[in-house]
Structure formats: C-alpha cells, structure tokens
C-alpha cells in the first residue's frame, strides 16, 4: 500500500509541475503579446527607437517656391505603413521633448501612398508652437525623445493620424509623413 501511495505522490508532483510550467509559460507569451503598442492610437508613453538616416536632406524652399503640392524630398512613396516609423535625419543636441512638452518646430506634411506635400510651415515661414498633447497620436508617440537641432522623419499609419475623418488636403484613411525640424521645447 506505502509503495502506491508514494507512486501516486510522485505522479501528482510530476502532474503538477507539468502544469505549473505550461502555465507559466501561457502566462509568459500571453503578456509578451500583449503589451501595449507604442504604435498603437492611444499614444502610450513608450518612446519608440528611431532609426537614423543622414542621407535626407533637411528640406529648405527657395525663396520662389512653395512646397505644398510638389513632391516629398528623398521619399518613395508607399501605401503600406503598418507601424508607426521614426527616422532620426539630423540628431539635436537641446532639450529633450517629453510628454508634457511645448514644441516649436516647422514641419512638412506629406501622403505617404504619392508622396505629395499637404501642407508645410516652411510655406509660410513661420514655425508653430504647441503641446504634444494636441497633436496627432503619431507625434505624440513619434516624438518623444527628439532633442532640440534635430530633423525626424515620421510615417504615420492612418489609425495614428486622422483615421477615417479627412482633414484639409488629407483624404480619409490616409497614411502620413512629416519631416519635422525641432526649434525648441519648453
């Protein structure tokens, strides 16, 4: 009797340490897979890693010309952006921007699926100043981390931009890029 229980003890303990594992391991993959994405149109506070690309040129108009409905600089043009994409241009060496920060900066504000500009500050030559929390989801997240000097590059999938509503000059559902030159941060 004394030998099966003991075989029935050393098959619970086994049964149980099998479960405890798989359990664990569920539990494991499952929050893994489930984080919050820094990507995603809540705008978590997770700075996403940006790549860095000196090969951009900083986008400067010549006194005669207007960007607005030319051609994005050095961007081939594509309909898919799954995920939300930063690429550090020119790195900044001022303040870093924060979630709570005050940005001034110029910008220039392309559809990623043609490439061409919607609307850009360098039109009209003047930087604007705003909280990142006003902004778009994709700056929100897309920005945090920029230091002061600096150019980034965002694209921006639509669900991270204006989604399903249209905005002046951009169709519904679309997919975006900014170059965005950071001025100063408060």
Request: charged content about 15%; overall charge positive.
């Amino acid at each position: 009797m004394s030998e099966k229980f003991h075989r029935v003890g050393w098959l619970f303990l086994v049964i149980l340490f099998t479960v405890t594992g798989l359990g664990v391991g569920v539990i494991g993959f499952w929050q893994y897979t489930h984080q919050p994405d820094s990507n995603s149109q809540t705008g978590t506070s997770r700075a996403i890693k940006c790549s860095s690309d000196p090969n951009i040129p900083e986008i400067k108009p010549s006194d005669s010309s207007k960007l607005k409905g030319t051609k994005l600089s050095n961007f081939r043009p594509t309909s898919k952006v799954d995920l939300l994409k930063c690429i550090d241009i020119k790195v900044g060496t001022g303040a870093i921007v924060q979630s709570n920060s005050t940005l001034t900066a110029n910008y220039t504000g392309a559809i990623a699926a043609t490439g061409v500009i919607f609307e850009s500050s360098l039109d009209s030559g003047q930087p604007f100043s705003i909280p990142l929390t006003k902004l778009i989801p994709g700056w929100q997240t897309g920005l945090l981390g920029m230091k002061v000097g600096g150019t980034r590059r965002l694209l921006i999938p639509s669900a991270a931009a204006y989604g399903s509503q249209a905005a002046p000059g951009i169709p519904a559902n679309s997919n975006l890029v900014f170059d965005i030159s950071l001025i100063n941060v408060q």
